[in-house]
């Protein structure tokens, strides 16, 4: 299975910025990101394809950027809100559908906090 390291978690207040970068240990055909918040389900957040094609979840779409370098992913969010704390997840998978990848395997996560 793919290991999956996650980092560029953090405190910032609100209207900051955070790039979260997730290291995969070999070849993915997708990745994602995902996020969970204190007493929430898990949401899907964003994800790119091996062709580079993304999807990203309408709430967060206007801020969140994601981009992949081979297997590496990366998250630019941009003017953070208290809604946006949650612990974020690099997920991998070898199924795209929808703008989604279907994970399999999962990183273990970076927090996220925003005051």
């Known amino acids: 299975d793919v290991q999956l390291v996650e980092s560029g978690g953090g405190s910032v207040q609100s209207g900051g910025s955070l790039r979260l970068s997730c290291v995969a240990s070999?070849?993915?055909?997708?990745v994602g990101w995902f996020r969970q918040a204190p007493e929430k389900e898990r949401e899907w957040v964003a994800a790119?394809?091996?062709?580079?094609n993304t999807g990203v979840a309408d709430s967060v779409k206007d801020r969140f950027a994601v981009s992949r370098h081979g297997n590496d992913l990366y998250l630019q969010m941009t003017s953070l809100q208290p809604d946006d704390t949650a612990t974020y997840y690099c997920?991998?998978?070898?199924?795209?559908?929808?703008?989604?990848?279907?994970?399999?395997?999962w990183g273990q996560g970076t927090q996220v906090t925003v005051s």
């Open positions: 790119v394809d091996i062709d580079s």
């Open positions: 997920a991998a998978g070898r199924k795209w559908e929808g703008s989604h990848c279907v994970p399999d395997n």
């Open positions: 070999g070849e993915t055909y997708c």
